[in-house]
């Protein structure tokens, strides 16, 4: 039988000295004053057995890894509607580009691309005052991660708001093109917040549980999509998880996996695991760079890439 915890203490330990690698998400004012000198990871396993390593308890700001409970939610409203709205397929760009946006008449290629996750917090938002919708999203999570403590950090949140000058270009475009149905200033509300929500690598690989065991949450049993819809978030996370290094992930680590640039990545191991990996730093597309190194060590380690051993 394979020890998970060895593997993931040796993970730990062989990339130790490297913790502070990459560079900090300084575009956020709040996120530059993050110590970078942070390394957590935590994987559930889809019977409940959890093992970590490192600053596994550590809140830090998810912030795009939020846009897959965003999307769940968003296909749990109108389903395959959402896809008249954003595309699924890779963008090649960066994830906060505008050049693709006018080309393609105001419809982004992929619901994790920001102009994307604007597109799906107008969806969530619908039939909703903003602040609603931000707490239905938060309590989306704590339910998924069976946690009540975890918080939006109105710091972040804050501090994005004041600077998010491309997040605004980017919606007033789509509304220019009639892809948004709420105010411009409404749909970033719900946006800037729902990536400001803060989250341990063990409250993050508890949330994404469901995305390892066929749509079912296997700690209470409950269901929380179809196993098929798992199964195409599943796609949406590969394809498109990590932007323009989506491709790069893919042939590194070979699993569904979605970056934030708090530092956080949540993998996917479907029927096996779902694993959280936090360190600040960033590579050069915005991706955890000892986040993707540690995933790298994992999947080699467990054989569980979804490509094969
Ligand atoms: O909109 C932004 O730029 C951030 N709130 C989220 C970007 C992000 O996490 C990209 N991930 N690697």
Redesign the pocket.
């Known amino acids: 039988m394979t020890d998970l915890q060895a593997i993931v203490d040796s993970v730990y330990s062989d990339l130790a000295g490297r913790i502070g690698e990459g560079k900090l ?1 300084d ?2 004012p709040e996120l530059a004053t993050v110590d970078p000198k942070q390394f957590g990871i935590a994987l559930v396993t889809v019977d409940g057995k959890i093992h970590t390593a490192g600053d596994a308890d550590t809140a830090f700001s998810v ?3 939020s846009k897959v409970f965003t999307l769940t939610l968003a296909l749990g409203k109108i389903g395959d509607g959402l896809w008249k709205r954003v595309g699924r397929e890779p963008s090649g760009n960066a ?2 580009s505008i050049v693709q946006l006018e080309q393609e008449k105001g419809k982004p290629r992929n619901p994790f691309i ?1 102009a994307g ?1 604007i597109a799906v917090a107008d969806v969530v938002l619908a039939g909703h005052l903003p602040k609603e919708a931000i707490g239905e999203i938060v309590q989306f999570i704590r339910h998924l991660a069976d946690d009540e403590s975890i918080a939006i950090d109105h710091n972040v949140a804050r501090s ?1 708001t004041q600077t ?1 000058y ?2 605004v270009a980017l919606a007033n475009f789509m509304k220019a093109f009639r892809n948004l149905d709420h105010p411009v200033e409404h749909v970033l509300g719900v ?2 917040h729902h ?1 400001a929500i803060a989250m341990s690598c063990r409250q993050l690989a508890h949330a994404g549980l469901y995305l390892a065991s066929a749509g079912r949450n296997p700690l209470n049993g409950g269901s929380v999509v179809s196993a098929s819809r798992a199964r195409r978030i599943n796609a949406l996370m590969l394809m498109c998880g ?2 323009d290094g989506s491709g790069d992930f893919a042939y590194r680590v070979g699993l569904p996996g979605k ?4 530092g956080g990545i949540l993998a996917i191991a479907p029927g096996k695991a779902s694993i959280a990996v936090w360190s600040p730093g ?1 590579n050069e597309v ?2 955890s760079l000892l986040g993707s190194a540690a995933l790298e060590l994992l999947a080699q380690r467990t054989g569980w890439s979804v490509f094969g051993q």
């Not at 970056?259 to 708090?262: F, L, M, R, Y």
């Open positions: 998400a575009y956020i912030q795009s890894i994830f906060n920001n996750a994005e998010g491309r997040n946006y800037f990536c990590h932007y970056s934030g640039v708090g960033l915005g991706n």
